[in-house]
C-alpha cells in the first residue's frame, strides 16, 4: 500500500505541475492565517513545505501569521487598510462576523460565485454541497471558499447489543423501523430501570433531528409560493414532537429530562441508564471506545443511524452545524487578470496533494507512514517530533478548506470511525440547510433569544405532556405577536432581495 500511496502521490504532483502554467519566476501570493503557535518560530527559508507547494503549482507563498487570541483584532486593522496593502488571501475565522459581511457588501473581496460553480476548471470547489456554500454567502453570492468541517455529522446512535435482547436485530432504515426500535427499546428498559432515549435539558439537537426526518425544515423553510416560513408550522415539525411524545407516554424517556444536565449525557448511557441518543454521530464511536477502554467490550455494541426513509423514499438530516468554520477570501489585492490563477491554486489546495501539504506537511518529515501505509503523526520509533513540526509546518493548516471532504492519507480507524468519515462524506446531499442563515433579521438580533425560547419551552411541555396540542399552538402564536412575524417579513425581504425580487 506504501509503494501505491507514493506513486499516488507523484502522479497527483505531476497532473497538479501541468495544470498550472509554466513561469519562469513564481507566483508570489501573499496570504494572512491565524497562528496557534506564536511563540515558536516559522522557518521561512528552505522550508521543504512551501518549497514542495512551490513544485507543484508554481505558487509561492508568503505567509503573515497573526496570534490566534488577537486573530479578531488583526482582521479588522487589515479590512481597514487600502485594498493593495492588504494580503491577496487571508483565512477568516468568523465568516458571520458583522465586518466580514460588511466588507463583503463594500467589494473588500472577489465574488467567487461562478468559480465554484466551474466544475470543469475548479473540481474540488465545485463538489462542495450546494447547501454549505449558501450557509457561507453573503446576499446569496459567495465571496470566500468556507473552511469545512463534519457535515451533517449529527444523527441517531443506539446500543445495537441490547436492541438484539429487545428483539430488534436489523439496523432501522426507515422512521417505521426506527419507532419500532424505539417501542421495543423502551419495553426493554422497563425491565431493567433503563429508558429508550437519553435526553437531557438539551433538547434543540434532539427536537431538530426527529422534526427534520419526518421532513420539517432546519428552522426556516421556503413554502410552496417561494416564501419564508418558520419550521414549527410545517406539519412534518408537529409530527416528530409527537414521535417523542408517543415515546414519553409509554416510558421511554426519563420524565425527568428537563432537569437532567447536559454534562451527565455520556454517563447515562456508561451505566446503561439509557440506549439510544439523537446527537452528533461521532459520540457513538467515541462511547464504543469508551466501553473497550473501561469495561473490557471487545464486540461492536453501537450503531449509527446515518438517515431514515420516509414513506416516498426520500431522506432529510438536520446538520449539526452550517458545515464550515470560516473561509478563506480572496481580497482586491489580487487584480482581475491573476484572479483565475489564484482561484486555482485554491482549488489545488483542496485537493489530495494541496490538503497532504497543508494539513500534514512533507513524508518523514512532518508525517510518517506505517508498515500498511497509514499515517502517523510521529515516527515509529516514537521520537519526540513536535518541535521539528512546529518549526516547519507551524499553523499552515489554517490554509486548509477541504471542501470535497478529507483526501488525506488516512491514519488506521475503528470500523465505526470509518463509518462516521463515510457518512459525512455520503450524507451531506441530505442535509436540510437553513435558507435564512445568511441573511440578518434586526428583529431577531433583538428578540431572538426570548422568542426562540417560547417555541423551545412549548415543545418541551408538548413533549412531557404539560400541553396538548391547543397549548402548544397558542404558544406559536405568542411566538408570532411578539416578534416572530416581524423576523419571518424580514426574513422574506432579505431573501427576495437576494434573488432579485
Known sequence: MKKLISLFLALVMVLSMASFAAAEEPFELTVLLPDFYSTEDFQTENNPVLDAIEAATGVRLKVTFAANSEYGNTINTTLADPSEKQPMVISLTDARGTSIINSARAGAFWDLTDFVKDAENYPYLAAGPEGVYNNVSVDGRIYGIYRSRAYPRAGIYYRSDIAKEAGIEKEPETIEELTALAEALAAYGKEHDAYALNMVSYTAGTISIITCAFGAPNTWGIDAEGNIYPAHEDPAYLEGLKWLRHLYEIGGINPDFVTIDSTNWDSIERTSKAYMRFDCLDNCYRQ?????????????IFAMIPGLKKADGSITIWPQNPGFAGEVVVTKAVKEADLPKVVKFLDWCNGPEGQMLLNWGVQDVTYWLDEDGYRLAAPADGSDVTAQIHLIQHSLNQLGMNVPGDLCIPAKLTALRQ???????????????NPCYPFVSETYVAFGSMLDQIISDAAVQYISMQIDEDGLRAAWQQWSDEGGAMITEEYNAAYHASLGE
Open 288 to 300: 464504543q471506545e469508551w466501553f473497550e477502554t473501561n469495561e473490557g467490550v471487545t464486540d461492536q
Open 419 to 433: 463509518e462516521y468519515n463515510d457518512f459525512n462524506s455520503t450524507y451531506g446531499q441530505y442535509a436540510v440547510t
